[in-house]
């Protein structure tokens, strides 16, 4: 995913760990060694009465999910 970011957006995406992606633990309590990402648009405040979605980084999120879905191998091992 690191790579068609780059060819899709023409810079590298800014990996961080934050305090989110719940379902990701929960996965990965069941399925241990599963490759995950949790990615989404920009949240600020989030679960409080000032959440706000910077609205551009939903059409981003929304591009590179759509191109992820369509570049997923075919021949994954397992």
Sequence with gaps: MQALYTKQFGNAPQITAIHAGLECGILGGTYPGLDMISFGPTIRYPHSPDEKVNIP???KFWEFLVETL?????DIPG
């Excluded at 369509?70 to 075919?74: D, E």
């Design 57 to 59: 980084s939903v059409a």
């Design 70 to 74: 369509q570049n997923i191998p075919l």
